[in-house]
C-alpha cells in the first residue's frame, strides 16, 4: 500500500521560511514522479512545484518561482519543499503526489497517490 506522509507545516510570518517533507512507502521512490500542490480555503488545488523521477528536472508555478525549492532524497524516499519569502497568499493546505514517470507535471489527475496534507499558514 502506497503511504505519503508531510510534514513540516505551522505558522510564520511573512518574510519567513518553512521546509516541507513527504515521506513515501510502498513503492520504489526513485522511479516516480513526485509534485507538491497546494488548496487553499474556498479555492482549487493548485499545482506548486514537480521534480522528475532522477531529479534531473524540476517544474514550478509562476506563482513560487524563485521562492520555492523542491528536491528528493531518493535514498531516504523523501521529498521537500523549501519555501522561502512566503507570502499570506501561500497559506494552504499543502499535498505531495506521486505518479509513474509524469511528462506534464502540472497536471494533479496524472498523479496517483496523495498525501493527508500538512498547514502552512503565513501571516501578514
Known amino acids: 500500500q502506497v503511504q505519503l506522509v508531510e510534514s513540516g507545516g505551522g505558522l510564520v510570518q511573512a518574510g519567513g521560511s518553512l521546509r516541507l517533507s513527504c515521506a513515501m512507502s510502498g513503492r520504489t521512490f526513485s522511479t516516480y514522479t513526485m509534485a507538491w500542490f497546494r488548496q487553499a480555503p474556498g479555492k482549487e488545488r493548485q499545482f506548486v512545484a514537480a521534480i522528475s523521477w532522477i531529479g534531473a528536472n524540476t517544474y514550478y508555478a509562476d506563482s513560487v518561482k524563485g521562492r520555492f525549492t523542491v528536491s528528493r532524497d531518493n535514498a531516504e524516499n523523501t521529498l521537500y519543499l523549501q519555501m522561502n519569502s512566503l507570502k499570506p497568499e501561500d497559506t494552504a493546505v499543502y499535498y505531495c503526489?506521486?505518479?509513474?514517470?509524469?511528462?506534464?507535471?502540472?497536471?494533479?489527475?496524472?498523479?496517483?497517490?496523495w498525501g493527508q496534507g500538512t498547514r502552512v499558514t503565513v501571516s501578514s
Open positions: 503526489a506521486t505518479g509513474f514517470r509524469i511528462s506534464t507535471m502540472s497536471i494533479a489527475n496524472k498523479y496517483d497517490y
